[in-house]
């Protein structure tokens, strides 16, 4: 996984330690405050938009739906 | 549902605000949060300044005050009211509800009406909705609107998610009879499947609170929160925000015949300033058109929201021309509800801080 990516989501949640190895669940760790931040700096890091209708549990399941919408974004 | 009303106006508007003033900066520490996440909390979701009243505040002590303001200021004549509709969802008591208390403690006239609502965040707009209604009656000619909560008394310390954003206020809407022709136009919905996305667990019949339900016990993100604490499912709520508010917009003006550019000023709720601009983008309102600074200086003061973006981002001289108005309430219910209405001459914006 991209480690910039990961970088962002650890900024949010740096107790739990997510890494570039290996696929981790999201929903039902990251609460509304954190999915808003990860937002947010997404957004800024990689020049995307992100609509309000996509901010979903399908995409944020885990590190790598996240990802891969994100990719799909920045397309 | 798609509602119209006629023979109504907004006379003026006071905002009534707790002087005592927390900062999230003093907070912080209170929550597991680093510095990093203070500062993009700080930007992002608005998290700096609230304003709360006291332990032993309450709605009517901030609505008495603002009727006494507003009655020596020369504003209202309070002996004109002909009805007093209060909408709460942190009543004084749980019998009875906070319009007698406040009745008993202006002295108000016995001939007229004192009616409660359990409302929060589309408390405005639902309030409002009922003062027009009320108006259809020819012996009521005055209607005082009161939204007013003490939400700051509910929220648990240890609750990251809302302790933050959340602040206290108490507003008085002046809605007169007229006979402007002009229509109002309203849209307001309800899905009581998710009455529990915001909620106080205990303290109502359900669950009385006793010792138990006062033992604060911490969820999976850190929050510490008892039943006898607010809570908020953030998710649900964005969720339904996002999916529902836009389309009840494009209905509210299509319903009303106004194109989203002749509107001159949307005053949301304001649950954090992420959500409105989502909101604005989706909407394709331009961002000067909708304020949405009122968490960052005061916090979220559920249905008291919208007149108070109205008195602190608005002067009464703006509307001596009528001014197209979208307003928007949304939250616990789940309720959401929008007018369309054109606001002009109104007498006073005021804000009280006690």
């Not at chain 1, 991209?2 to 949640?13: A, L, P």
């Amino acid at each position: 996984m991209n480690s910039k990516f990961v970088e962002i989501i650890n900024s949010v949640r740096p107790e739990i330690r997510f890494n570039t190895e290996q696929d981790t669940e999201l929903f039902g760790v990251l609460d509304s405050l954190d999915i808003i931040l990860i937002v947010e700096e997404l957004e800024r890091q990689f020049d995307i938009s992100i609509e309000a209708e996509q901010i979903v549990p399908e995409n944020f399941a885990s590190l790598r739906t996240l990802e891969a919408f994100v990719k799909s974004r920045a397309q | 549902m798609n509602l119209q009303f006629q023979g109504a106006r907004i006379n003026g508007i006071q905002l009534v605000l707790p002087k005592r003033e927390v900062s999230f900066d003093s907070e912080a520490s209170s929550y597991d949060f680093s510095l990093q996440q203070s500062a993009k909390l700080k930007a992002v979701l608005g998290f700096d300044r609230r304003r709360v009243v006291a332990d032993d505040v309450t709605c009517s002590d901030l609505v008495v005050a603002g009727f006494e303001a507003l009655s020596r200021d020369g504003l209202l004549d309070l002996k004109t009211l002909d009805a007093l509709i209060v909408v709460t969802q942190t009543p004084d008591y749980l019998i009875p509800g906070t319009s007698y208390v406040i009745h008993g403690r202006l002295g108000l006239r016995q001939d007229m009406l004192c009616l409660d609502i359990n409302q929060g965040c589309a408390g405005f707009v639902v309030g409002l909705t009922t003062a027009f209604s009320l108006l259809n009656q020819k012996a009521i000619r005055r209607v005082a609107l009161v939204n007013a909560d003490v939400v700051s008394r509910l929220v648990a310390f240890g609750d990251r998610n809302s302790r933050p954003i959340i602040g206290d206020a108490a507003s008085i809407t002046i809605v007169d009879a007229t006979s402007d022709e002009s229509l109002i136009y309203g849209n307001i919905k309800v899905d009581g499947i998710g009455w529990d996305a915001l909620m106080v667990p205990a303290g109502g019949m359900k669950i009385r609170p006793n010792t138990q339900t006062a033992i604060p016990e911490i969820d999976a993100n850190g929050n510490s929160r008892a039943l006898d604490n607010l809570v908020m499912r953030g998710d649900a709520v964005f969720n339904f925000v996002m999916k529902e508010v836009p389309t009840m917009i494009h209905s509210l003006l299509e319903n009303g015949g106004v194109a989203l550019s002749q509107v001159d000023g949307f005053a949301f709720h304001q649950p954090n300033p992420f959500m409105l601009r989502k909101l604005a983008e989706k909407l394709g309102v331009p961002l000067e058109k909708m304020p949405m600074d009122l968490v960052r200086k005061f916090g979220n003061s559920s249905g008291v929201s919208i007149p108070a973006v109205l008195c602190t981002n608005f002067e009464a001289s703006y509307f001596e021309q009528p001014r197209v108005m979208c307003l928007a309430g949304f939250g616990v219910g789940l309720t959401w509800g929008s007018l369309l209405i054109n606001m002009s001459k109104i007498s006073f914006l005021n804000v009280l801080e006690v």
